[in-house]
Protein backbone atom coordinates (compact mmCIF):
# COMPACT_ATOMS: atom_id res chain seq x y z
CA UNK A 1 0.00 0.00 0.00
CA UNK A 2 1.79 3.52 -0.97
CA UNK A 3 1.37 6.30 1.70
CA UNK A 4 2.58 9.67 0.54
CA UNK A 5 3.92 11.53 3.27
CA UNK A 6 5.97 15.10 3.19
CA UNK A 7 6.87 14.26 -0.26
CA UNK A 8 7.88 10.89 -0.26
CA UNK A 9 6.24 7.29 -1.61
CA UNK A 10 6.31 5.01 1.37
CA UNK A 11 5.01 1.66 0.77
CA UNK A 12 4.11 -0.64 3.46
CA UNK A 13 3.18 -4.25 3.89
CA UNK A 14 2.99 -7.37 5.83
CA UNK A 15 1.99 -11.12 5.94
CA UNK A 16 4.04 -12.03 2.53
CA UNK A 17 4.69 -15.21 4.56
CA UNK A 18 7.37 -16.75 2.12
CA UNK A 19 5.36 -15.34 -0.64
CA UNK A 20 7.82 -11.83 -0.75
CA UNK A 21 8.96 -12.63 -4.59
CA UNK A 22 5.47 -12.12 -5.94
CA UNK A 23 4.91 -8.91 -4.15
CA UNK A 24 4.96 -6.14 -6.61
CA UNK A 25 6.97 -3.21 -4.81
CA UNK A 26 6.10 0.03 -6.59
CA UNK A 27 8.74 1.95 -8.42
CA UNK A 28 8.33 5.16 -6.91
CA UNK A 29 8.09 4.17 -3.06
CA UNK A 30 11.63 5.58 -1.61
CA UNK A 31 10.67 3.91 1.79
CA UNK A 32 9.59 0.87 2.41
CA UNK A 33 8.07 -0.36 5.86
CA UNK A 34 7.66 -3.91 6.30
CA UNK A 35 5.19 -4.78 9.43
CA UNK A 36 6.40 -8.48 10.17
CA UNK A 37 5.25 -12.08 8.94
CA UNK A 38 7.18 -11.92 5.85
CA UNK A 39 7.81 -15.70 6.42
CA UNK A 40 6.09 -18.97 7.23
CA UNK A 41 8.29 -21.02 9.29
CA UNK A 42 10.13 -20.80 12.27
CA UNK A 43 14.00 -21.44 10.36
CA UNK A 44 16.64 -19.35 10.35
CA UNK A 45 17.32 -19.72 6.90
CA UNK A 46 14.00 -18.23 5.61
CA UNK A 47 14.36 -15.30 7.84
CA UNK A 48 17.91 -14.62 6.62
CA UNK A 49 16.38 -15.30 2.82
CA UNK A 50 13.78 -12.84 3.65
CA UNK A 51 15.67 -10.13 5.05
CA UNK A 52 18.53 -10.56 2.16
CA UNK A 53 15.50 -10.18 -0.77
CA UNK A 54 14.07 -6.96 1.39
CA UNK A 55 17.62 -5.39 1.85
CA UNK A 56 18.20 -5.80 -2.44
CA UNK A 57 15.02 -3.50 -2.70
CA UNK A 58 15.43 -0.06 -4.35
CA UNK A 59 14.43 2.13 -1.25
CA UNK A 60 16.46 5.23 0.77
CA UNK A 61 14.96 3.72 3.66
CA UNK A 62 13.88 0.09 4.78
CA UNK A 63 12.09 -0.50 8.21
CA UNK A 64 11.31 -4.02 9.55
CA UNK A 65 9.64 -4.70 12.60
CA UNK A 66 9.15 -8.42 13.52
CA UNK A 67 5.84 -10.03 13.31
CA UNK A 68 4.49 -13.33 15.05
CA UNK A 69 5.93 -15.36 12.25
CA UNK A 70 9.60 -14.24 13.04
CA UNK A 71 9.57 -16.19 15.87
CA UNK A 72 13.47 -15.92 16.36
CA UNK A 73 13.19 -12.53 17.42
CA UNK A 74 11.43 -14.27 20.79
CA UNK A 75 13.52 -17.37 21.10
CA UNK A 76 16.63 -16.17 20.29
CA UNK A 77 16.74 -11.90 19.85
CA UNK A 78 20.32 -11.48 19.87
CA UNK A 79 20.63 -14.18 16.83
CA UNK A 80 17.99 -13.26 15.08
CA UNK A 81 19.00 -9.65 15.26
CA UNK A 82 22.30 -10.50 13.80
CA UNK A 83 20.50 -11.36 10.55
CA UNK A 84 19.65 -7.91 10.02
CA UNK A 85 21.45 -6.91 6.83
CA UNK A 86 22.72 -3.84 6.09
CA UNK A 87 20.38 -0.97 4.63
CA UNK A 88 17.66 -2.76 6.95
CA UNK A 89 16.59 -0.76 9.55
CA UNK A 90 14.89 -3.19 12.78
CA UNK A 91 12.54 -1.50 14.95
CA UNK A 92 11.64 -2.55 17.69
CA UNK A 93 10.37 -0.73 20.48
CA UNK A 94 12.07 2.36 19.52
CA UNK A 95 11.89 5.21 17.17
CA UNK A 96 14.02 6.63 14.38
CA UNK A 97 13.82 10.48 12.49
CA UNK A 98 14.53 9.89 8.89
CA UNK A 99 13.92 13.45 6.34
CA UNK A 100 12.30 14.80 9.45
CA UNK A 101 9.65 11.75 9.19
CA UNK A 102 9.42 10.17 13.28
CA UNK A 103 8.87 6.20 13.07
CA UNK A 104 8.62 4.67 15.94
CA UNK A 105 7.09 0.67 16.87
CA UNK A 106 6.01 -1.33 19.93
CA UNK A 107 6.48 -4.89 20.47
CA UNK A 108 2.55 -5.97 19.64
CA UNK A 109 3.13 -9.07 17.66
CA UNK A 110 0.21 -9.33 17.93
CA UNK A 111 -0.35 -7.83 20.91
CA UNK A 112 1.61 -6.27 23.75
CA UNK A 113 1.59 -7.73 27.42
CA UNK A 114 1.62 -4.60 29.51
CA UNK A 115 0.77 -0.66 28.82
CA UNK A 116 3.05 1.08 27.56
CA UNK A 117 4.35 4.69 26.41
CA UNK A 118 5.67 6.11 23.34
CA UNK A 119 6.80 9.97 22.41
CA UNK A 120 3.65 11.82 21.15
CA UNK A 121 5.33 13.19 18.47
CA UNK A 122 5.12 10.12 15.56
CA UNK A 123 4.23 10.31 12.31
CA UNK A 124 3.85 6.43 12.13
CA UNK A 125 3.44 3.83 15.02
CA UNK A 126 4.63 0.05 12.90
CA UNK A 127 3.29 -3.09 14.75
CA UNK A 128 2.35 -6.34 13.94
CA UNK A 129 -0.94 -6.45 15.05
CA UNK A 130 -3.90 -4.44 15.01
CA UNK A 131 -5.66 -2.42 17.68
CA UNK A 132 -9.17 -3.51 19.50
CA UNK A 133 -11.99 -2.08 17.09
CA UNK A 134 -9.71 -1.45 14.03
CA UNK A 135 -9.41 -3.70 11.39
CA UNK A 136 -9.24 -6.51 13.48
CA UNK A 137 -12.07 -8.78 13.10
CA UNK A 138 -12.35 -8.44 17.04
CA UNK A 139 -9.47 -9.56 17.77
CA UNK A 140 -7.20 -6.43 18.48
CA UNK A 141 -5.24 -5.53 21.25
CA UNK A 142 -6.95 -2.81 23.95
CA UNK A 143 -3.48 -2.58 25.07
CA UNK A 144 -2.57 -1.03 21.93
CA UNK A 145 -5.76 1.00 21.68
CA UNK A 146 -5.29 2.80 24.88
CA UNK A 147 -1.49 4.18 23.29
CA UNK A 148 -2.88 5.07 20.14
CA UNK A 149 -5.85 6.95 22.09
CA UNK A 150 -3.22 8.29 24.33
CA UNK A 151 -0.65 9.29 22.05
CA UNK A 152 -2.08 9.92 18.78
CA UNK A 153 -0.02 8.67 15.83
CA UNK A 154 -0.50 10.07 12.95
CA UNK A 155 -0.74 7.00 11.07
CA UNK A 156 -0.93 3.21 12.15
CA UNK A 157 0.71 0.87 10.08
CA UNK A 158 -0.13 -3.02 11.26
CA UNK A 159 -1.01 -5.66 9.68
CA UNK A 160 -1.77 -9.73 10.82
CA UNK A 161 -5.52 -9.84 9.86
CA UNK A 162 -5.37 -11.27 6.64
CA UNK A 163 -9.20 -10.82 5.20
CA UNK A 164 -8.74 -6.74 6.28
CA UNK A 165 -5.84 -6.28 4.34
CA UNK A 166 -5.08 -3.05 2.09
CA UNK A 167 -7.61 -1.32 3.70
CA UNK A 168 -7.44 2.44 5.64
CA UNK A 169 -9.83 3.17 8.04
CA UNK A 170 -9.36 7.43 9.05
CA UNK A 171 -10.40 8.61 12.44
CA UNK A 172 -10.13 11.20 14.45
CA UNK A 173 -6.10 11.86 15.17
CA UNK A 174 -5.00 8.82 13.26
CA UNK A 175 -5.08 7.33 10.08
CA UNK A 176 -4.72 3.57 10.21
CA UNK A 177 -3.47 1.37 7.65
CA UNK A 178 -3.85 -2.28 7.50
CA UNK A 179 -0.83 -3.68 4.91
CA UNK A 180 -1.21 -7.63 5.09
CA UNK A 181 -0.54 -8.73 1.24
CA UNK A 182 -1.40 -12.25 2.21
CA UNK A 183 -4.50 -12.77 0.61
CA UNK A 184 -3.26 -10.88 -2.97
CA UNK A 185 -0.35 -12.98 -2.88
CA UNK A 186 -2.58 -16.47 -3.01
Not at 106 to 128: C, G, M, V, Y
Request: contains cysteine; charged residues 20%.
Amino acid sequence: MIIPFKNHKIFAFSDTHGMHSQLRIPSEADILICAGDGVEGIEEQELSDFLNWYAAQPAQLRIFVAGNHELLFDLCPEDAQLLIPKGVTLLEDFGIKYDNIHFYSITARPWLHHKQEIPSNIDFLITHGPAKGVLDEGTGCSLLKDVIAKYKPRNHVFGHIHSCGSQMIICPNTVHYNVSYFESLL
